[in-house]
């Protein structure tokens, strides 16, 4: 089964939610909020991380999304064009941390387009005429990051 992966609200525009949203014949989203999204910012800062916060929330939400599902592939939209690598690696080291394993063969990129029911699905829930199944809080966030 293939999962295709799209997300309205870019993660970097702080001043909005983020939606991630899937699709392979089911669809669900799970949604971040803009103080949340802050918050985690703030910590990747302090760090001295600011410049990887975005592909990592970024693949954090895809993996809190699809961590339960059965797939042989996930299509993620390009979201991020010559970033697909780094995205890649955090996602798949999320996997092996909680004992799943997926080949990166098994994750590629490539843009969803409009046809795909995960950008109707994600586009919907952040315009607020869906609900979305699962809303990410701060404290599941910082739970992925201390693993």
Request: charged letters at 30%; glycine letters at 6%.
């Amino acid at each position: 089964m293939i999962i295709y992966i799209d997300q309205s609200g870019k993660v970097e525009y702080t001043s909005k939610h983020t939606v991630i949203a899937y699709s392979n014949g089911k669809k669900s989203a799970l949604i971040i909020k803009a103080k949340d999204k802050r918050a985690i910012q703030k910590v990747f800062r302090q760090v001295g991380k600011g410049r990887t916060f975005v592909f990592w929330l970024f693949s954090t939400l895809i993996f809190l999304l699809v961590r339960d599902l059965e797939f042989k592939e996930i299509v993620i939209d390009t979201e991020y064009p010559g970033k697909s690598d780094i995205i890649k690696n955090y996602l798949l080291e999320h996997f092996r941390r909680c004992g799943k394993k997926v080949l990166p063969s098994e994750i590629s990129f490539q843009e969803i387009g409009k046809k795909c029911e995960a950008h109707w699905h994600g586009y919907y829930v952040f315009t607020g005429k869906r609900k979305a199944e699962k809303v990410i809080v701060l404290r599941e966030i910082l739970q992925e990051m201390t693993k």
